[in-house]
Nanobody, 122 residues
Framework: QVQLVESGGGSVQAGGSLRLSCAASTMSGGVAWFGQTPGNEREVVAASYSGSATQDYTDFAKGRFSISRANIKNTVSLQMNSLKPADTDMYYC??????????????????WGQGTQVTVSS
C-alpha cells in the first residue's frame, strides 16, 4: 500500500496562492488531487499520468491550478493561484494503486492521503 502525506494547506485571502505537496512512499501510475467539502463527495481537481507529461483539470481549476510530479522524489504538487472562497475544501492526494477507470472518478484511485485543509476568505 502506498503511503501519501499531504502538506501545504492553510488560510489565505481571495486572490492569494498556495502550493500543496504530497509525499508518496513510492509513486508510479496516475496521481490526482481531489477536493471535498463536508457532506459532499470528493471531486477531482487535477490529475497527472505516469510516463506522460499530460495533465487533466476540471473546468474550475483550468488556468489557475497546476499539477506537477517529480517521480525521482516521489512527490506530486498542486500550485493553486488566484484562489477564490469557493476553493475552500479539504484537499486529498490520490494514487491509482492498481485502480482503473476515468481520471476524474474517485473510485479510480485506491490510495489516499489524510488531506490538508485550504480555506480562502473573501
Amino acid at each position: 500500500q502506498v503511503q501519501l502525506v499531504e502538506s501545504g494547506g492553510g488560510s489565505v485571502q481571495a486572490g492569494g496562492s498556495l502550493r500543496l505537496s504530497c509525499a508518496a512512499s513510492t509513486m508510479s501510475g496516475g496521481v490526482a488531487w481531489f477536493g471535498q467539502t463536508p457532506g459532499n463527495e470528493r471531486e477531482v481537481v487535477a490529475a497527472s499520468y505516469s510516463g506522460s507529461a499530460t495533465q487533466d483539470y476540471t473546468d474550475f481549476a483550468k488556468g489557475r491550478f497546476s499539477i506537477s510530479r517529480a517521480n525521482i522524489k516521489n512527490t506530486v504538487s498542486l500550485q493553486m493561484n488566484s484562489l477564490k472562497p469557493a476553493d475552500t475544501d479539504m484537499y486529498y492526494c490520490a494514487a491509482r494503486c492498481g485502480g482503473w477507470g476515468s481520471w476524474d472518478k474517485e473510485g479510480s484511485y485506491h490510495c489516499w492521503g489524510q488531506g490538508t485543509q485550504v480555506t480562502v476568505s473573501s
